[in-house]
Nanobody
């Protein structure tokens, strides 16, 4: 069983930055593929970025060059550094962990607005 808790969301102006964190409890964090998803009002949840157990990252085209996903296995935490934020990045951001079972966090709101 893995419990995920996201933090770091908030209100930021366009062009600003935020860093999201997702802390995982339970054992075996280093084995999990971790991901950040987002869901805007009226839209489906979509993958933003993922990172494998070996540290290979992948990104949705809409965030390439602006967002960076990373993991610290010693702290059981995955991060999403978000730079050059745009209003269309506004959404609830969710962390997930996948091995043979998929776990989700409760989400953190990110609002990009002037």
């Amino acid at each position: 069983q893995v419990h995920l808790v996201e933090s770091g969301g908030g209100l930021v102006q366009p062009g600003g930055s935020l860093r999201l964190s997702c802390a995982a409890s339970g054992s075996g964090f280093r084995l999990y593929t971790m991901g950040w998803y987002r869901q805007a009002p009226g839209k489906q949840r979509e993958l933003v970025a993922g990172i494998s157990s070996g540290g290979t990252a992948n990104y949705d085209d809409s965030v390439k060059g602006r967002f960076t996903i990373s993991r610290d296995n010693a702290k059981n935490t995955v991060y999403l550094q978000m730079n050059s934020l745009k209003p269309e990045d506004t959404a609830v951001y969710y962390c997930n962990a996948k091995l043979m079972v998929l776990y989700w966090g409760q989400g953190t709101q990110v609002t990009v607005s002037s």
